[in-house]
């Protein structure tokens, strides 16, 4: 398939229509969406809603209460997320970044300067980053995860996580709306047609 960069909004009027808006991020506040995008790397959303509930019912969804809980009772708290005591020592970590630092003032560094700051922290890679950056700071940088990944392949695409986040950005406007929606609909779809093994009825398959 010869693919051409306006293809990629093309796939995406493609999965809106199919899907609808997904109205993503979950997240009452900016830091839930932090705490949600360290606890969400390599397991299930629904495993992340309840470690998110867990913590709200102890009220250790601000920076100052988390960095200051007991570490083993925060990894009770996420056990459910897998790599329950790497994750909750995370969380603290960060949660301590953001009680030094206020949220509001590193948020509105350059987007560059933030990516680099983002990934100082430990346990923060490029998605993770990047889903700070775009769901919880409001600023246009698209997230590549697995599920684009294997999306793009599936139409003739292949890249490593700066290729791929290179050939959105500049196929795409600026515009954090359709960042957000874009991914959240990559994922949906993924889960829908590719997790389920539907590639026969697969909405990309076709000329675009």
Known sequence: MSFRNKDLLKVYHILREELG??????????????????????T???NVEKAICNLKEHSLLEPKPLAEAD????????????????KAFRIKNIAS???ENEMNDVFSLPLDVLRQRM??????????????ILYAAHKPIFVIDAYT????????????YMQLQRLFEGSLPADVDLFKEYHALIVEYSK?????????????????
């Open 21 to 42: 808006p997904q109205y993503w991020w979950p997240a009452e506040t900016a830091f839930e969406v932090v705490v949600g995008a360290m606890l969400t790397q390599q």
């Open 44 to 46: 299930k959303w629904a």
């Open 71 to 86: 570490l083993p009772l925060l990894e009770e708290l996420v056990r459910c997320c897998g790599f329950y005591r790497q």
């Open 97 to 99: 970044y953001f009680t």
């Open 119 to 132: 990934l100082s922290l430990k346990g923060v890679g490029n998605e993770t980053a990047d889903s700070i």
């Open 149 to 160: 990944t294997r999306m793009m392949k599936c139409i003739g695409v292949e890249g490593d």
């Open 192 to 208: 829908s047609f590719c997790g389920k093994k539907r590639c026969g009825a697969c909405l990309l398959k076709q000329p675009l």
